[in-house]
């Protein structure tokens, strides 16, 4: 399979060789001669390159994946130039890659995990058939990672893999990390190794992971920084820090608690080390065992702030390995700064194998030793390792003192703390984020600090961008100082790095034993060992981050850490990147046995250590002609990189956009970090600025970070996408996608520095900079590149105006870009547009400079305390009138005018003594709110300007038409510009008359001191808008020429009640006019019409709510603000209800009173009492006619009938709830005197009410006023058509949230139906459907009507006012609600006939009438009625007050009727049937259920005429009369059904057989209140159906329903 592999690779090669990922691999350390790397060619591009240590993986285009090297799970050694595939990842699309010390990994594009490789550790998880004991896996096979924390438990989908050489890291796309492997690398709470199956690193559990690293046996991890919750959020660290310190400097000696794990780890005794290298040289798995403590070599534990670091794996008799000269030499070298060779005579061995024996503070080496691991943590021994100095031991003594201090700035928040007087084996009994058995440990959040502690330093990330806010975690095995803790202790669990938090770590790499981090700033820190150099510092210590030097000019932007050596790609002096090494140069010499030794441990982890290396990263000479280097990549004894050719420009333009970027922002870092930062910490300096300058600095330096996070996020973003192989879409570049996110940034940015230098800031800075910055000067002096050959000085305002240049720059990059593509593809436009609106966002920032240069020489020529007050930040002069250029007309001889237009107002300065310059006052007129108007010339020569305000009109004369010109082009220019937003995209030199603007009114008259934001026209108030008094009264609404006028809100606070009322509804003319809900601030709630302020019209007033003594409810008609006419009062304190006239807020006329004991009384009222001829009715039937004088207070002649027909007749007075003085003859009914019908009528009902047709007037009114009719049906019918649509529109604009059905109805709604031609049969279901859908919503003027009479209806028939006495006039109310409701819908359809009136053609419609012509054939005719066509529109929501009222009315029926029908319902069917009458022969003998035919038995029940019954019980479901008629014709249509098959042929009703038959069908039915629907029916029913067949059948069931009261009971 090998070969067939070669030959494939080989005859791919001959195609045409790719331009992207173009792979370069070389040794990182050789010979002296130069070094030259060797092309990998394969026929895709490669995408990504792994090294492990002496192999690696090449993951090519289209997902295939390579493998070279000492492949040893295969047995095989590949030559790097013929890498052979992976064939059994074929089918898989592969996206990434990882290389671990012997061992491999890849990520799928589904997310899902492969592994292979060396499998003792476990690194490589369980493999098939869930087996442990496999040490190898020669062939990639699926590794899944599940999440058995949720139910059911799920797959984690991956989109980051690391390894290392016993441990795997993976990152899920959550940005939760997991591990499986071996030792304390993993950071998992266990004592169990090796983990087979991946976990969760708890400890970061709640953080966003960004990115992982593996070294041999430590790891690293890029996490978001957490926000505080406040700004004080970083005041309890402190001090938990500050008190953390203090307790370290105690000599205190604490003793440990067992129940911890050992945070130190286990080490690994030589007899280990040596049978796991063994074990990797001859794949035996034979496990030898590990010496007794007691021989293990003597530790020692020191702190790294002790005064020596003491070489580990040297006994004391061992003598130091570098004389005293040497160590000064060391010193003296590191301090200039420059390579230093470094010659060692002893030689130290492999780095790897001699942290293995010098006790390794590994937690477990391999699987073999897990049964000592756990026995060590049972115990709870405290193993600890010697602390082994990565660079010369002399330059550490040297130095250690004079960097004591500044050491505890560096060390991180341990797990161990050790004590200052050189004891060793101590530690804290309470150790933060130390793991116990019993309990897992949360993250300590407190262990980082958070990325800033000023306003300065913080920014927002913007959705797409990377985040700068970072911190950087580490775990694993120490003894190099490779975790950056400041010691060299383990670490179970991850530990922030605190030195590195706020540094904008944007990568983390890890070699072997050393560790790289890379900065926005192109800055690279490293840490750990470095005994070859890989550092590229000799700095001292070497346990926390120090910063690499580099060449001047470098900046940074990738970093690899191999095994001993570093990798750093970075921009030069050109766009090409250079590549710099730092590490070993020259491979050590070795005697013959050593090498042949060598030559037998080909798998050996690390080199020994270098004779010949660099402090300093160097250059690589090859780099130059590599091109456009976009990838680099470490591993072992190898480096690689991946480059491009630039073919279509594209690269390099890309590559251009990224240099410039990363660049600008080294600027912006050094300017904030120099200059900025320095003075925004200097609080108690900034008074010095004074009140103003210092507000807008601090706005200036927000302004900046915004732009500096902005830039760094980008130049993050853009490294990264270079180095993404592949050719992505250019329209998905940050500059495209987030334009407009950079204009505003950069907009704001030059905002603030104008202000700031309009104010005279730059100078005030200028010395503040000069009295606390001092050396820094001549650094920010090299900054400026405003003017290169002026050197030494700093412009301040040139400094920070030098960011406006970078927009060019970016035009000049995109224009690039537009030439690689042709003019009509997607890309080349938007290239086009981003491109323009950067470069003309250039040049409008360049004019807004120049503007503010001008504005400060102007403030600082006309500088004094009266111009002062006009001198504000954001204010621009545009051009001003001190030479008399321009005047005011009309104006006096000796009058003086100023005149200075600003960007935002136009001032008028008068002066009084003109040759002092002193002015007596000044007219500020904001440009927005500023209309102009050039006139025409007359004879006269007069060259003028006429300028509209909200308050004022003047006129300004030029003295020369270029003067005129000039003005008129500036006031149109900046009035259009602030109308446009900036001045950007307006047309130019038009002034809108139309607007939205904010205004302040000074001048007399009911708006001053009104602040108004809205709409304006020609300079007066027109349109939506706000309006805002000092008193609190705010109008939100429509204005009409200076007034409200239309829908408006607005709030009138109540001093007296110190609340505030609010009105919601119609204005005209600048008062309340129209329907609108008025709450007054004494809770009162007024909804109904007003007219000119006042309430007049149909309205209800609800009262009462502060007042429980007098609480009430009015609905009725208003007259200026008064109860005039009908209307109906509840009396909710009294418990009665008043219904007729009113005059002047009094009751006065006819009217009717129940009371909630059912008293009711109708008759009249003068001056608000009872007072005229009347009649009472109680509860009982007791009834009192005659003459009232109070309420309810009786004085006159009268006659009381009592409830059992006797009656009294004479004088009466007194008051009829206490008691009544009779003066009278009493008269006893005789038992069989005869009725008597004068008696009836004498004291009938309805005689002194206010008739049906004269009630509710005021609603019509309204509805017709809505329609545009001042008179009822006296108006334009085009112009109520007009008026309906406008209040749709309008209605649907002040009711934001309709649903979408009801949208979907006001849009049908607003077209207007055809109206003027005659009504048809075909047309008039068109008009049934616009009624139907117009009566649905209120906005409509029908929908109003219908919706304020259900109103008014319940406010009458509802609560008090159900008594059943009122049922008549109930339903007489109804009908006259359909009469004028027909004749406002036959003013909208003319066509319509009269009520009762018959259409002209068939009709379609439910509602005809059959009749039987000469020719004895049927026909039928169409009868439109108020009824057929409006009782459907009202009734359904009228019927539960009337119905209710029928119930009542018929209650005594209702019970006799109920009476019966339970007990006949009690018999069976036959014996009901036979007691009824019925003929047998429509007796059913059989009944059919679910299919199967049975016989009815003399004892069934309940079966006969079911579906006759249960269509019959539908009548309870319906609510109009003709609905509930068409249940009738369907019940005797079932019930002729089932009867007609048991008939021979031809079947007629009789009345006879009919009556008995329905009267079961009734019986059956147990219908509830059927008398009270019998009655309704009756009453509202259509009369055109009257006396037809549907009459017929309807008097039938009433017929049935009086048999059954008339039932014996017996």
């Given at each position: 399979?090998?070969n067939?592999?070669?030959?494939?690779?080989?005859?791919?090669?001959?195609?045409?060789?790719?331009?992207?990922?173009?792979?370069?691999?070389?040794?990182?350390?050789?010979?002296?001669?130069?070094?030259?790397?060797?092309?990998?060619?394969?026929?895709?591009?490669?995408?990504?390159?792994?090294?492990?240590?002496?192999?690696?993986?090449?993951l090519?285009?289209?997902?295939?994946?390579?493998?070279?090297?000492?492949?040893?799970?295969?047995?095989?050694?590949?030559?790097?130039?013929?890498?052979?595939?992976?064939v059994?990842?074929?089918?898989?699309?592969?996206?990434?890659?990882?290389?671990?010390?012997?061992?491999?990994?890849?990520?799928?594009e589904?997310g899902?995990?492969?592994?292979?490789?060396?499998n003792?550790a476990?690194?490589?998880?369980?493999t098939?058939?869930?087996?442990d004991s496999?040490?190898?896996v020669?062939?990639?096979?699926?590794?899944?990672?599940?999440?058995?924390?949720?139910?059911?438990?799920?797959?984690?989908?991956?989109?980051?893999?690391a390894?290392?050489?016993?441990?795997?890291?993976?990152?899920?796309?959550?940005?939760?990390?997991?591990?499986?492997?071996?030792?304390?690398?993993?950071?998992?709470?266990?004592?169990?190794?090796?983990?087979?199956?991946?976990?969760?690193?708890?400890?970061?559990a709640?953080?966003h992971?960004?990115?992982?690293?593996?070294g041999?046996?430590?790891?690293?991890?890029?996490?978001?920084?957490?926000?505080?919750?406040?700004?004080?959020?970083?005041?309890?660290?402190?001090?938990?820090?500050?008190?953390?310190l203090?307790?370290?400097?105690?000599?205190?000696?604490?003793?440990?608690d067992?129940?911890?794990?050992?945070?130190?780890?286990?080490?690994?005794?030589?007899?280990?080390?040596?049978?796991?290298?063994?074990?990797?040289?001859?794949?035996?798995?034979?496990v030898?065992?590990?010496?007794p403590?007691?021989?293990d070599?003597?530790?020692?534990?020191?702190?790294?702030?002790?005064?020596?670091?003491?070489?580990?794996?040297?006994?004391?008799?061992?003598?130091?390995?570098?004389?005293?000269?040497?160590?000064?030499?060391?010193?003296?070298?590191?301090?200039?700064?420059?390579?230093?060779?470094?010659?060692?005579?002893?030689g130290?061995?492999?780095?790897?194998?001699?942290?293995?024996?010098?006790?390794?503070?590994?937690?477990?080496?391999?699987t073999?030793?897990?049964?000592?691991?756990?026995?060590?943590?049972?115990n709870?021994?405290?193993?600890?390792?010697?602390?082994?100095?990565?660079?010369?031991?002399?330059?550490?003594?040297?130095?250690?003192?004079?960097?004591?201090?500044?050491?505890?700035?560096?060390?991180?928040?341990?797990?161990?703390?050790?004590?200052?007087?050189?004891?060793?084996?101590?530690?804290?009994?309470?150790?933060?984020?130390?793991?116990?058995?019993?309990?897992?440990?949360?993250?300590?959040l407190?262990?980082?600090?958070?990325?800033?502690?000023?306003?300065?330093?913080?920014?927002?990330?913007?959705?797409g961008?990377?985040?700068?806010?970072?911190?950087?975690?580490?775990?694993?095995?120490?003894?190099e100082?490779?975790?950056?803790?400041?010691?060299?202790?383990?670490r179970?669990?991850?530990?922030?790095?605190k030195?590195?938090t706020?540094?904008?770590?944007i990568?983390v790499?890890?070699?072997?034993?050393?560790?790289?981090?890379?900065?926005?700033?192109?800055?690279?820190?490293?840490?750990g060992?470095?005994?070859?150099?890989?550092?590229?510092?000799?700095?001292?210590?070497?346990?926390?981050p120090?910063?690499?030097?580099?060449?001047?000019?470098?900046?940074?932007?990738?970093?690899?850490?191999?095994?001993?050596?570093?990798?750093?790609?970075?921009?030069?002096?050109?766009?090409?990147?250079?590549?710099?090494?730092?590490?070993?140069?020259?491979?050590?010499?070795?005697?013959?046995?050593?090498?042949?030794c060598?030559?037998?441990?080909?798998?050996?982890?690390?080199?020994?250590?270098?004779?010949?290396?660099?402090?300093?990263?160097?250059?690589?000479?090859?780099?130059?002609?590599?091109?456009?280097?976009?990838?680099?990549?470490?591993?072992?004894?190898?480096?690689?990189?991946?480059?491009?050719?630039?073919?279509?420009?594209?690269?390099?333009?890309v590559?251009?956009?990224?240099?410039v970027?990363?660049?600008?922002?080294?600027?912006?870092?050094?300017?904030?970090?120099?200059?900025?930062?320095?003075?925004?910490?200097?609080?108690?300096?900034?008074?010095?600025?004074?009140?103003?300058?210092?507000?807008?600095?601090?706005?200036?330096?927000g302004?900046?970070?915004?732009?500096?996070t902005?830039i760094?996020?980008?130049s993050?973003w853009?490294?990264?996408?270079?180095?993404?192989?592949q050719?992505?879409?250019?329209?998905?570049?940050?500059l495209?996608?987030?334009?407009?996110?950079?204009?505003?940034i950069?907009?704001?940015?030059?905002?603030?520095v104008?202000?700031?230098?309009?104010?005279?800031?730059?100078?005030?800075?200028h010395?503040?900079?000069?009295?606390?910055?001092?050396?820094?000067?001549?650094?920010?002096?090299?900054?400026?590149?405003?003017?290169?050959?002026?050197?030494?000085?700093?412009?301040?305002?040139?400094?920070?105006?030098?960011?406006?240049?970078?927009?060019?720059?970016?035009?000049?990059?995109?224009?690039?870009?537009?030439?690689?593509?042709?003019?009509?593809?997607?890309?080349?436009?938007?290239?086009h547009?981003?491109?323009?609106?950067?470069?003309?966002?250039?040049?409008?920032?360049?004019?807004?400079?120049?503007?503010?240069?001008?504005?400060?020489?102007?403030?600082?020529?006309?500088?004094?305390?009266?111009?002062?007050?006009?001198?504000?930040?954001?204010?621009?002069v545009?051009?001003?009138?001190?030479?008399?250029?321009?005047?005011?007309?009309?104006?006096?001889?000796?009058?003086?005018?100023?005149?200075?237009?600003?960007?935002?107002?136009?001032v008028?300065?008068?002066?009084?003594?003109?040759s002092?310059?002193?002015?007596?006052t000044?007219?500020?007129?904001?440009?927005?709110?500023?209309?102009?108007?050039?006139?025409?010339e007359?004879d006269?020569?007069?060259?003028?300007?006429?300028?509209?305000?909200?308050?004022?009109?003047?006129?300004?004369?030029?003295?020369?038409?270029?003067?005129?010109n000039?003005?008129l082009?500036?006031?149109?220019?900046?009035?259009?510009?602030?109308?446009a937003?900036?001045?950007?995209?307006?047309?130019?030199?038009?002034?809108?008359m139309?607007?939205?603007?904010?205004?302040?009114?000074?001048?007399?008259?009911?708006?001053?001191?009104?602040?108004?934001?809205?709409?304006?026209?020609?300079?007066?108030?027109?349109?939506?808008?706000?309006?805002?008094?000092?008193?609190?009264q705010?109008?939100?609404?429509?204005?009409?020429n200076?007034?409200?006028?239309?829908?408006?809100e607005?709030?009138?606070?109540?001093?007296?009640?110190?609340?505030?009322?609010?009105?919601?509804?119609?204005?005209?003319?600048?008062?309340?006019?129209?329907?609108?809900?008025?709450?007054?601030?004494?809770?009162?709630?007024?909804e109904?019409?007003?007219?000119?302020?006042?309430?007049?019209?149909?309205?209800?007033?609800?009262?009462?709510?502060?007042?429980?003594?007098?609480?009430?409810?009015?609905?009725?008609?208003?007259?200026?603000?008064?109860?005039?006419?009908?209307?109906?009062?509840?009396?909710?304190?009294?418990?009665?209800?008043?219904?007729?006239?009113?005059?002047?807020?009094?009751?006065?006329g006819?009217?009717?009173?129940?009371?909630?004991?059912?008293?009711?009384?109708?008759?009249?009222?003068?001056?608000?009492k009872?007072?005229?001829?009347?009649?009472?009715v109680?509860d009982?039937?007791?009834?009192?006619?005659?003459?009232?004088?109070?309420?309810?207070?009786?004085?006159?002649?009268?006659?009381?009938?009592?409830?059992?027909?006797?009656?009294?007749?004479?004088?009466?007075s007194?008051?009829?709830n206490?008691?009544?003085?009779?003066?009278?003859t009493?008269?006893?009914?005789a038992?069989?005197?005869?009725?008597?019908?004068?008696?009836?009528?004498?004291?009938?009902?309805?005689?002194?009410?206010?008739?049906?047709?004269?009630?509710?007037?005021?609603?019509?009114?309204?509805?017709?006023?809505?329609?545009?009719?001042?008179?009822?049906?006296?108006?334009?019918?085009?112009?109520?058509?007009?008026?309906?649509?406008?209040?749709?529109?309008?209605?649907?604009?002040?009711?934001?949230?309709?649903?979408?059905?009801?949208?979907?109805?006001?849009?049908?709604l607003?077209?207007?139906?055809?109206?003027?031609?005659?009504?048809?049969a075909k047309?008039?279901?068109?008009?049934?459907?616009?009624?139907?859908?117009?009566?649905?919503?209120?906005?409509?003027?029908?929908?109003?009507?219908?919706?304020?009479l259900?109103?008014?209806?319940?406010?009458?028939?509802?609560?008090?006012?159900?008594?059943?006495?009122?049922?008549?006039?109930?339903?007489?109310?109804?009908?006259?609600?359909?009469?004028?409701?027909?004749?406002?819908?036959?003013?909208?359809?003319?066509?319509?006939?009269?009520d009762?009136?018959?259409?002209?053609?068939?009709?379609?419609?439910p509602?005809?009438?059959?009749?039987?012509?000469?020719?004895?054939?049927?026909?039928?005719?169409?009868?439109?009625s108020?009824?057929?066509?409006?009782?459907?529109r009202?009734?359904?929501?009228?019927?539960?007050?009337?119905?209710?009222?029928?119930?009542?009315?018929?209650e005594?029926?209702?019970?006799?009727?109920?009476?019966?029908?339970?007990?006949?319902?009690?018999?069976?069917?036959?014996?009901?049937l036979?007691?009824?009458?019925?003929?047998?022969?429509?007796?059913?003998?059989?009944?059919?259920?679910?299919?199967e035919t049975?016989?009815?038995?003399?004892?069934?029940?309940?079966?006969?005429?079911?579906?006759?019954?249960?269509?019959?019980?539908?009548?309870?479901?319906?609510?109009?009369?003709?609905?509930?008629?068409?249940?009738?014709?369907?019940t005797?249509?079932e019930?002729?059904?089932?009867?007609?098959?048991?008939?021979?042929?031809?079947f007629?009703?009789?009345?006879?057989?009919?009556?008995?038959?329905?009267?079961?069908?009734?019986?059956?039915?147990?219908?509830?209140?059927?008398?009270?629907?019998?009655?309704?029916?009756?009453?509202?029913?259509?009369?055109?159906?009257?006396?037809?067949?549907?009459?017929?059948m309807?008097?039938?069931?009433?017929?049935?329903?009086?048999?059954?009261?008339?039932?014996?009971t017996?």
């Amino acid at each position: 399979m090998e070969n067939k592999e070669h030959s494939g690779l080989a005859e791919e090669q001959d195609s045409v060789p790719p331009q992207r990922g173009l792979l370069h691999i070389w040794q990182s350390g050789g010979p002296s001669e130069p070094l030259c790397p060797e092309r990998v060619c394969l026929p895709q591009c490669v995408l990504q390159v792994a090294l492990g240590e002496h192999h690696g993986l090449l993951l090519a285009q289209g997902g295939q994946v390579y493998s070279f090297g000492e492949l040893l799970w295969r047995g095989l050694s590949v030559p790097v130039s013929t890498p052979v595939l992976e064939v059994s990842l074929q089918g898989t699309t592969v996206v990434r890659v990882a290389s671990g010390g012997f061992h491999c990994g890849a990520l799928s594009e589904q997310g899902g995990v492969y592994m292979w490789g060396e499998n003792t550790a476990g690194q490589c998880g369980p493999t098939e058939g869930g087996t442990d004991s496999n040490v190898t896996v020669a062939e990639p096979y699926p590794l899944a990672v599940v999440d058995n924390e949720v139910v059911p438990p799920a797959v984690v989908r991956i989109v980051d893999l690391a390894c290392g050489r016993e441990h795997s890291l993976a990152l899920s796309a959550q940005n939760e990390l997991w591990a499986w492997g071996s030792g304390c690398q993993l950071g998992l709470v266990t004592s169990n190794f090796p983990v087979w199956k991946p976990q969760k690193v708890e400890h970061l559990a709640g953080r966003h992971v960004i990115q992982v690293a593996c070294g041999a046996y430590h790891s690293l991890a890029l996490v978001r920084s957490l926000h505080p919750q406040n700004s004080n959020a970083h005041k309890p660290r402190e001090k938990r820090s500050a008190s953390h310190l203090s307790l370290t400097k105690k000599d205190e000696s604490l003793s440990v608690d067992d129940a911890h794990y050992c945070p130190l780890g286990v080490e690994l005794t030589e007899s280990m080390s040596a049978e796991t290298s063994a074990r990797r040289r001859s794949k035996q798995r034979n496990v030898g065992k590990s010496e007794p403590d007691g021989q293990d070599d003597p530790i020692t534990q020191t702190d790294s702030c002790t005064t020596s670091y003491p070489l580990p794996g040297l006994t004391d008799k061992k003598k130091r390995a570098f004389p005293n000269e040497l160590e000064l030499q060391n010193l003296l070298q590191k301090l200039s700064g420059h390579s230093l060779e470094m010659q060692n005579s002893s030689g130290l061995g492999d780095s790897d194998s001699l942290s293995s024996q010098t006790s390794d503070d590994s937690c477990v080496s391999s699987t073999p030793f897990n049964d000592q691991l756990s026995s060590a943590y049972t115990n709870g021994a405290t193993v600890c390792e010697g602390v082994r100095s990565s660079t010369p031991m002399g330059l550490e003594e040297l130095s250690l003192q004079k960097k004591k201090k500044s050491l505890q700035g560096y060390k991180s928040y341990s797990l161990t703390d050790l004590s200052r007087d050189g004891k060793t084996g101590t530690r804290r009994s309470s150790l933060p984020g130390t793991p116990t058995h019993k309990t897992p440990p949360r993250p300590h959040l407190y262990g980082c600090k958070s990325s800033s502690s000023s306003p300065i330093l913080t920014s927002a990330t913007e959705e797409g961008f990377p985040t700068l806010e970072t911190e950087v975690w580490s775990w694993g095995r120490g003894s190099e100082g490779q975790l950056g803790h400041g010691d060299q202790l383990a670490r179970l669990q991850p530990l922030c790095i605190k030195c590195l938090t706020g540094e904008e770590v944007i990568k983390v790499a890890a070699g072997s034993h050393h560790s790289l981090a890379l900065t926005a700033q192109c800055q690279v820190y490293s840490w750990g060992s470095n005994m070859c150099g890989q550092l590229g510092h000799v700095n001292s210590p070497v346990t926390v981050p120090q910063q690499t030097k580099l060449w001047d000019d470098l900046r940074a932007w990738d970093v690899s850490a191999g095994q001993s050596h570093s990798l750093v790609l970075a921009d030069g002096d050109r766009v090409e990147p250079v590549l710099l090494y730092c590490g070993q140069q020259q491979e050590p010499r070795r005697e013959p046995g050593e090498a042949s030794c060598q030559s037998k441990r080909p798998c050996q982890r690390s080199p020994s250590r270098a004779e010949n290396y660099t402090v300093r990263p160097t250059l690589l000479p090859f780099c130059v002609e590599m091109g456009y280097i976009s990838n680099v990549s470490s591993g072992g004894q190898r480096c690689a990189l991946l480059a491009n050719r630039n073919v279509t420009c594209v690269i390099s333009a890309v590559h251009e956009l990224a240099f410039v970027e990363r660049k600008f922002y080294c600027w912006l870092s050094s300017v904030k970090k120099l200059l900025l930062t320095p003075l925004y910490n200097k609080e108690s300096a900034r008074p010095s600025l004074g009140e103003t300058c210092s507000r807008l600095f601090l706005s200036l330096c927000g302004t900046f970070n915004h732009l500096s996070t902005l830039i760094g996020q980008h130049s993050t973003w853009l490294s990264r996408s270079v180095h993404e192989v592949q050719c992505h879409d250019v329209t998905s570049l940050h500059l495209l996608v987030h334009t407009q996110h950079f204009l505003d940034i950069y907009t704001a940015y030059c905002t603030t520095v104008g202000d700031f230098q309009v104010m005279g800031g730059f100078q005030s800075l200028h010395k503040l900079s000069l009295e606390f910055l001092g050396s820094q000067q001549t650094k920010l002096a090299e900054l400026d590149e405003s003017d290169p050959s002026v050197r030494g000085t700093v412009d301040l305002g040139s400094l920070l105006y030098w960011p406006l240049q970078h927009l060019h720059r970016y035009s000049q990059v995109l224009l690039k870009l537009e030439a690689c593509y042709d003019v009509l593809t997607a890309e080349y436009q938007s290239l086009h547009l981003s491109c323009m609106q950067f470069e003309s966002l250039s040049r409008f920032l360049l004019r807004r400079k120049k503007e503010a240069e001008v504005t400060f020489l102007f403030w600082k020529t006309h500088s004094g305390k009266n111009t002062e007050g006009l001198r504000l930040p954001q204010r621009r002069v545009l051009c001003e009138s001190s030479n008399r250029t321009l005047t005011l007309q009309g104006a006096g001889r000796f009058s003086n005018h100023w005149f200075i237009l600003f960007n935002d107002a136009l001032v008028h300065i008068q002066r009084s003594i003109p040759s002092q310059s002193l002015f007596s006052t000044h007219h500020v007129y904001p440009l927005n709110c500023l209309w102009v108007k050039p006139l025409p010339e007359n004879d006269s020569g007069c060259y003028a300007i006429k300028i509209t305000c909200p308050e004022e009109t003047f006129t300004l004369v030029a003295s020369t038409p270029e003067e005129k010109n000039k003005w008129l082009h500036f006031l149109h220019q900046e009035v259009d510009g602030l109308l446009a937003g900036g001045g950007r995209g307006s047309p130019p030199g038009i002034t809108a008359m139309s607007r939205t603007a904010s205004y302040t009114f000074t001048g007399e008259g009911r708006l001053k001191d009104g602040q108004y934001t809205g709409s304006w026209h020609a300079g007066r108030i027109h349109g939506r808008g706000t309006m805002r008094w000092p008193s609190g009264q705010t109008y939100t609404g429509n204005f009409k020429n200076g007034l409200e006028d239309g829908y408006g809100e607005c709030i009138i606070p109540d001093k007296l009640l110190n609340k505030a009322g609010c009105y919601q509804g119609h204005w005209r003319d600048g008062k309340i006019h129209g329907f609108g809900i008025y709450r007054y601030a004494s809770g009162d709630v007024y909804e109904g019409c007003f007219s000119d302020g006042q309430r007049h019209g149909y309205g209800m007033l609800s009262s009462g709510k502060m007042d429980k003594t007098s609480s009430g409810v009015f609905i009725g008609q208003w007259v200026y603000d008064k109860k005039t006419g009908y209307g109906v009062y509840d009396d909710i304190t009294r418990g009665e209800k008043y219904m007729g006239m009113w005059l002047d807020d009094e009751r006065h006329g006819r009217a009717l009173v129940v009371t909630q004991y059912g008293v009711y009384y109708e008759g009249h009222f003068r001056e608000n009492k009872m007072s005229g001829p009347g009649l009472l009715v109680s509860d009982d039937d007791t009834a009192f006619r005659g003459e009232f004088s109070e309420d309810w207070t009786v004085n006159g002649k009268g006659v009381l009938s009592l409830a059992n027909g006797d009656s009294i007749e004479g004088h009466f007075s007194g008051e009829w709830n206490a008691g009544l003085k009779v003066t009278g003859t009493y008269t006893k009914l005789a038992p069989d005197e005869p009725e008597d019908k004068d008696r009836d009528n004498f004291f009938r009902l309805g005689q002194h009410v206010v008739a049906a047709g004269e009630r509710w007037v005021c609603v019509f009114d309204e509805c017709w006023r809505r329609l545009g009719c001042d008179v009822a049906a006296r108006g334009d019918r085009t112009t109520a058509w007009e008026n309906i649509a406008v209040s749709i529109t309008s209605g649907r604009q002040h009711s934001p949230h309709l649903s979408r059905s009801q949208s979907k109805v006001l849009e049908g709604l607003e077209c207007i139906p055809q109206h003027g031609e005659a009504v048809t049969a075909k047309n008039y279901n068109n008009i049934q459907r616009y009624l139907a859908k117009a009566c649905e919503t209120p906005i409509h003027p029908l929908g109003w009507l219908v919706e304020t009479l259900v109103t008014v209806y319940r406010m009458t028939y509802v609560g008090v006012g159900s008594n059943r006495r009122l049922l008549r006039e109930a339903v007489k109310e109804l009908q006259a609600y359909l009469q004028h409701f027909y004749c406002i819908v036959r003013f909208l359809f003319p066509g319509l006939p009269e009520d009762g009136g018959i259409l002209p053609e068939t009709p379609t419609s439910p509602c005809k009438i059959r009749y039987s012509s000469s020719s004895m054939e049927e026909s039928f005719v169409t009868v439109v009625s108020s009824s057929s066509l409006l009782l459907p529109r009202l009734l359904p929501q009228l019927y539960p007050p009337l119905f209710m009222l029928y119930c009542l009315h018929d209650e005594q029926q209702e019970v006799q009727y109920w009476e019966r029908i339970l007990r006949l319902n009690k018999q069976p069917d036959h014996s009901l049937l036979r007691f009824l009458g019925v003929h047998e022969k429509f007796w059913p003998k059989f009944m059919t259920v679910l299919g199967e035919t049975n016989k009815i038995g003399p004892s069934s029940k309940d079966v006969c005429f079911v579906c006759a019954v249960e269509t019959l019980q539908q009548i309870s479901t319906t609510f109009t009369p003709s609905d509930k008629l068409l249940v009738i014709q369907r019940t005797f249509e079932e019930l002729t059904q089932e009867i007609k098959p048991m008939q021979d042929g031809d079947f007629l009703w009789c009345m006879d057989d009919l009556l008995p038959l329905f009267l079961y069908i009734v019986l059956r039915a147990s219908i509830r209140n059927l008398g009270a629907e019998v009655s309704l029916i009756e009453d509202v029913m259509d009369p055109n159906v009257q006396h037809g067949e549907l009459g017929l059948m309807f008097t039938t069931l009433k017929a049935c329903y009086i048999q059954i009261q008339l039932e014996s009971t017996t």
